[in-house]
């Protein structure tokens, strides 16, 4: 899988093909080659998972006031700090 169809999988089909390649390295019957490969892959995976997760988490960060700025979203711990 190259790395221009994980950019366009969504999360939930690329943790899909992630457990996938995880459930078949647990089993532990893969060929030593095929196994590093596998693994590689699941790697890009995992890259690709945490980049479309930190994209979310910035927009969830931002939230629109009623005149249309955008305000950063603060947690009520960090209001009560400050």
Request: hydrophobic share 30%.
């Amino acid at each position: 899988m190259s790395e221009e169809e994980n950019e366009t999988k969504t999360f939930e089909e690329t943790m899909e093909a992630l457990e996938a390649i995880v459930n078949k390295l647990e089993e532990g019957e893969v060929p030593l080659e095929k196994a590093i490969a596998m693994y590689q892959e699941g790697m890009k995976l995992s890259q690709t998972c945490h980049e479309k997760l930190q994209a979310v988490e910035e927009q969830m960060n931002e939230i629109m006031t009623e005149d249309g700025e955008v305000e950063p979203l603060t947690s009520s711990d960090e209001e009560s700090s400050t």
